[in-house]
């Protein structure tokens, strides 16, 4: 076969698949309100798993500083002066090789001044309230961090001198469990929806093929290949599937901007700006790609499943395409 030919084959090919691409895509605008209908569902079964996948990319996004898992604060009795505060951070410090820091009243006074900025009130005090504080953490060989630290926590609330013990970053711990039950949720859930996606295509495809089930068969009798047959209800699924991704990505964008004056509410807490981050263009694409492979599953298993059934309703075929 020359060059010329094959090229000639070729652009042949290339106009057939642009006038299905087209024209599947017409047909599911002559009948825009099942098409609508249809997009509807598939949109907001694929905004679900794409809204938590932005979210848990947030979450990820967060400085859970594991490295500071390990510190506790100790709050030492009212009573207990520098000599006694400065025996037992020795004492801790040599039983665990850990890192101990000893922050006294004053100090403590100016860092909570400083965070607060309640410069007014705490001048209203005739003396300090607060006690002395050590703030300790395991050595960094240590493993796991969060067991060593709970065991220095049980032996600093066996002193005497010792009022409360707090793990100053257990709240981070338990977001960081969260954050991985969410991502395995994000999995089950996007395996689910993908599914009931497909399956909702296969469904509006079998209409389809019902509805041009006469069509099919005269061109069977003419002896067309299924793979003619099968092209512009893949088109259509995959048209499905584009349009429910793009409905998805703008019902996400619209769900980012009505949250984002509340995220920003936040902002005084953390004391920086917090915005909600979007996919970004290539999870865009991603999407709009997943969505389109999703829809030419659904018709692919649609019209094949007919075709299988046409083959032994009708066994004797000319070609079998």
């Known amino acids: ?57 947030n979450l990820h996004g967060m ?3 594991q490295e500071d898992w390990g510190s506790l604060s100790v709050f030492l009795q009212p009573t207990v002066g520098e000599e006694e505060a400065r025996s037992l951070a020795a004492t801790a410090e040599h039983r665990f090789a850990g890192t101990i820091t000893l922050i006294s009243p004053e100090q403590g006074m100016a860092e909570f001044v400083e965070r607060s900025g309640l410069h007014e009130a705490a001048e209203l005090f005739e003396t300090n309230p607060l006690p002395w504080v050590l703030r300790a953490s395991p050595p960094a060989s240590a493993t796991p961090v969060d067991e060593a630290a709970a065991r220095m926590a049980d032996w600093f609330a066996g002193q005497d001198a010792v009022e409360a013990v707090q793990l100053d970053h257990k709240w981070m711990q338990r977001l960081a469990g969260l954050v991985a039950l969410g991502d395995a949720f994000l999995r089950l859930l996007t395996v689910l929806l ?83 981050r979007g996919p970004g263009a290539t999870g865009v694409v991603i999407v709009l790609a997943s969505g389109g492979l999703l829809g030419l599953a659904g018709a692919w298993w649609s019209v094949q499943r007919y075709l299988r059934r046409f083959r032994v309703e009708n066994p004797v075929r000319r070609r079998s395409g």
């Open 1 to 57: 076969m020359s060059s010329a030919v094959a090229l000639q084959k070729l652009r042949a090919w290339g106009r057939r698949q642009l006038y299905s691409l087209f024209s599947s895509l017409g047909s599911l605008v002559s009948h825009w309100a099942g098409t609508l209908m249809t997009v509807s569902v598939l949109g907001i079964a694929m905004a679900l798993p794409l809204g938590l996948g932005v979210v848990m990319q």
């Open 63 to 65: 400085d859970l500083r």
């Open 194 to 276: 993908s599914v009931a996606v497909v399956l909702v295509v296969a469904n509006t495809i079998r209409l389809d093929v019902a509805n041009r089930a006469g069509e099919i068969k005269v061109l069977n009798m003419v002896g067309a290949p299924n793979g003619y047959i099968r092209q512009p209800f893949l088109y259509s699924g995959l048209w499905y599937g584009v349009l429910g991704a793009v409905l998805a990505l703008l019902l996400l964008a619209l769900a980012l901007a009505y949250l984002q004056p509340a995220v920003e509410r936040l902002q005084d807490a953390y004391g920086n700006a917090i915005r909600l």
